[in-house]
């Protein structure tokens, strides 16, 4: 049996760090579509950093995977599950980046303040446009249901390498033992 080349330890650390702060911010979205009141307010101020926290590590996740590329995928797979698993990581990544954008945006257009915490504000980065706040209010909607979806197309393929196939794909990010084969 060949050896199982893993993910960079940095790696598997954003990814796993990562699912757990965008698992989280889609049930804090849902909770606030579905709140009123003060609790509204709450989840609004954990909603906003973590956006921006989110944007953030998926600068380093993206800086860090072209610095240091992903194992290769097996070898026997078929090129459709080649396709698919690159597209899907694309898709991954473009939604990463997307999602606190356009909520940046859209918070933008609609003249409400981001704060991170106390007196730290984030500049708007577009102009005040309440036609452009709908719009991109929408669109924020949107692409969380397209994240969610694909989060779980991504589980369900993780799932399949991992229990069906075993052909370490998914032992190459789950895998938290400490091993020869680390890409450093």
Excluded: K
Excluded at 74 to 83: E, H, S, V
Excluded at 103 to 114: E, H, I, N
């Amino acid at each position: 049996m060949t050896p199982i080349v893993r993910f960079s330890v940095l790696a598997r650390v954003l990814h796993w760090l990562m699912a757990a702060m965008i698992l989280g911010m889609l049930f804090v979205g849902v909770s606030m579509a579905a709140t009123e009141g003060p609790a509204y307010a709450t989840l609004v101020a954990l909603h906003r950093p973590m956006g921006i926290a989110i944007l953030l590590l998926a600068c380093a996740r993206l800086a860090n995977r072209l610095l240091v590329p992903p194992p290769p995928l097996p070898a026997a797979m078929p090129l459709i599950q080649r396709i698919a698993a690159i597209g899907s990581h694309v898709v991954l990544y473009a939604l990463m980046f997307a999602m606190p954008l356009v909520g940046w945006g859209m918070l933008s257009a609609g003249a409400y303040p981001v704060v991170l915490w106390g007196p730290v504000r984030l500049p708007p980065i577009l102009p005040h446009d309440p036609a452009l706040f709908a719009v991109l209010r929408h669109l924020h909607s949107w692409l969380a249901f397209t994240l969610f979806g694909v989060i779980v197309v991504h589980l369900g393929a993780a799932l399949l390498h991992g229990l069906i196939l075993r052909d370490g794909v998914f032992a190459a990010m789950a895998s938290w033992r400490r091993g020869r084969r680390d890409i450093l």
